[in-house]
């Protein structure tokens, strides 16, 4: 590995989108763990990302600008999340969850160890030799050498691990505390159902997805007390707490930065919206954060943003490095990928999906995400679905060669379109993908699944979201 020795995993296939990797908080009550999110910063200034299955490297500059991108290495399923803690590095796959030792300087893939067997797509964290990571609403975790896995708790809303203990909220509100290893359940004050949290310095902080106030409670005097913005708080949305100041999303989809000291407010530009906790960075007072191919970051010391599009970056030679050095990161040398040249932007009022080979307009007001099953696969889901256990599939785009007729015996599909090459199936769920108690995102996924049921080649052109590229 170019920035800690010479690692290299073999090359299986040379695309990467970019994912989840994590965050080392090393002072306070977080002291010692490694949280996932989407964009690894290490103490030694190195950026780790991945994007499909290869592994990727970034230099921060003293401004906390990321430059000098470089592919170091490839698995054989697409990386999902990473953290590095130690002299480890951990890679989420959909394979499951690899280990590699990077003293060891590994030069073959099957030298990295599987730990667990399952993918992690919510993200882990590390800490005291265990794994810890959710597996729809359970909080299990597995010992950080091999698998094991153990139940800690079920019903979970939403958890942050530190030093000290297990700090979460459930399904029907309440703030609770337990042990590393799940014992000594402690009720610590009431919240809203499903809320979620942040630690930062002495304090929780804590909402509900449909208020517009924050909370937070005093873990040195078990107080609570109430912050009223000045611009309407958007529940829905995920905060970012400095021991200053927190930023956040108000109900205008404009950020804003809240000082807590004086509650004098900031409104702050940006890129993009603010990503939750496992979408996500902060790091000396920069959030960074991925969208496909393409890594934004804001400084909030001076209110600037900037971002990179890993695929024309990577495509090009990395300083000091020849062209022959870099060819295999241009998505010419290799063969069909569905999630070439992957990305999301708005276009005419609509979320537009797309890759080298389709389009595919979906609402921009319900949040939904793309999982990257395989070189032919991709996921369509309502990520408040998936996140709680359910799911959130709404479709699923494969593609088949003209000579393979297998869909044929698939209980429910249409064809989404047609080129010389391939055959572009939408497959849909038969059984339920959200959670029918819940009005709200048993609405969101009708409204998804209802524009996915346009997709269909043999019906009204007009009125089919899904859009062939390439012949």
Same mark, same amino acid.
């Given at each position: 590995m170019r920035r800690y020795g010479k690692f290299v995993l073999p090359l299986l296939v040379l695309i990467c989108v970019l994912v989840s990797g994590v965050s080392v908080l090393a002072a306070g009550r977080m002291e010692g763990v490694t949280a996932s999110s989407t964009v690894f910063v290490h103490e030694k200034g190195v950026v780790f990302y991945g994007w499909n299955n290869t592994l990727c490297t970034a230099l921060l500059d003293e401004n906390g600008n990321v430059y000098d991108f470089v592919t170091e290495g490839h698995v054989p399923e697409d990386i999902t999340d990473l953290a590095v803690d130690g002299n480890y590095l951990y890679l989420a796959t959909y394979g499951g969850l690899f280990r590699v030792d990077l003293n060891e300087h590994v030069q073959d893939a099957s030298?990295?160890?599987?730990?667990?067997?399952?993918?992690l797509i919510n993200g882990f964290e590390i800490y005291g030799n265990y794994v810890y990571y959710r597996a729809g609403n359970t909080l299990q975790r597995t010992p950080a050498d091999h698998q094991e896995e153990e139940s800690l708790l079920t019903g979970i809303s939403d958890y942050q691990l530190t030093k000290d203990g297990i700090y979460y909220t459930d399904s029907d509100g309440g703030l609770f505390y337990v042990n590393h290893d799940g014992s000594g359940k402690a009720y610590l004050t009431d919240t809203a159902a499903?809320?979620?949290? @942040?630690?930062?310095? !002495?304090?929780?902080?804590?909402?509900g997805d449909e208020e517009t106030l924050l909370h937070r409670y005093n873990l040195e005097t078990s107080?609570?007390? !109430?912050?009223? #913005?000045?611009?309407?708080f958007d529940g829905g949305e995920y905060i970012w707490v400095t021991d200053d100041y927190l930023v956040y999303s108000a109900t205008d989809r404009e950020v804003y930065k809240y000082y807590l000291e004086d509650g004098r407010e900031e409104h702050l530009d940006k890129l993009?919206?603010?990503?939750?906790?496992?979408?996500?960075?902060?790091?000396?007072?920069?959030i960074y954060q991925s969208l496909a191919a393409t890594v934004y970051w804001m400084d909030l010391r001076n209110n600037t943003n900037n971002k990179a599009d890993m695929e024309e970056i990577l495509a090009a030679p990395a300083s000091g490095e020849t062209e022959e050095n870099t060819s295999d990161a241009s998505v010419g040398n290799i063969g069909f990928n569905i999630s070439d040249g992957i990305n999301v932007h708005a276009s005419e009022g609509s979320a537009l999906l797309t890759t080298d080979y389709f389009q595919l307009y979906l609402p921009m007001d319900v949040l939904w995400d793309y999982e990257v099953v395989n070189s032919d696969t991709i996921k369509l889901v309502l990520a408040s679905a998936r996140d709680e256990g359910y799911?959130? @599939?709404? @479709?699923?785009?494969k593609a088949y060669d003209w000579g393979d007729d297998s869909y044929a015996d698939i209980p429910r599909y249409t064809i989404a379109g047609v080129s010389e090459a391939k055959k572009y199936v939408a497959i849909f769920p038969t059984d339920v993908q959200?959670? #029918?108690n819940d009005a709200e995102q048993t609405a969101a996924y009708q409204r998804l699944a209802d524009i996915a049921?346009?997709?269909?080649?043999?019906?009204?052109?007009? !009125?089919? #979201?899904?859009?062939v590229m390439l012949p």
């Open positions: 030298q990295a160890q599987l730990l667990y067997e399952n993918s499903d809320a979620s949290i @942040v630690i930062q310095g !002495d304090y929780i902080y804590y909402w107080g609570t007390e !109430d912050i009223s #913005p000045e611009q309407e993009y919206s603010l990503p939750d906790r496992d979408e996500g960075t902060l790091y000396n007072e920069v799911g959130g @599939v709404f @479709v699923t785009i959200y959670n #029918p049921a346009r997709i269909d080649a043999n019906g009204n052109s007009d !009125d089919n #979201p899904f859009i």
